[in-house]
């Protein structure tokens, strides 16, 4: 069973940082291309960033290019999510996804405020 556990969100200020953390399990992780999407209230999830299985390659939405950095450990089924320069419009609940599985973990709140 495919199961993705998110960690690491929070409040924050405007340019402040996060670092979103998933670990997933119920399948071979090194081999999946990882994306972590984002769902604002009243909006639709969207794609945020993804990162290619094997290769590496990233690719990021344009509205996060330059401050958000898409990252994994396959050692420790990791997927990590470094936000930097966070402003009021990223907030949103955050949630990881192996893009060939249907399933989402529960997600974490980031909240960018002052």
């Known amino acids: 069973q495919v199961q993705l556990v998110e960690s690491g969100g929070g409040l924050v200020q405007p340019g402040g940082s996060l670092r979103l953390s998933c670990v997933a399990s119920?399948?071979?992780?090194?081999?999946?291309?990882m994306t972590w999407y984002r769902q604002a209230s009243g909006k639709e999830r969207e794609l945020v960033a993804r990162i290619i299985s094997p290769d590496g390659t990233t690719n990021y939405a344009d509205s996060v290019k330059g401050r958000f950095t898409i990252s994994r450990d396959n050692a420790k089924a990791t997927v990590y999510l470094q936000m930097n320069s966070l402003k009021p419009e990223d907030t949103a609940v955050y949630y990881c996804?192996?893009?060939?599985?249907?399933?989402w973990g529960q997600g974490t709140q980031v909240t960018v405020s002052s």
């Open positions: 119920g399948f071979t992780f090194s081999r999946y291309t």
């Open positions: 996804k192996a893009q060939r599985f249907p399933y």
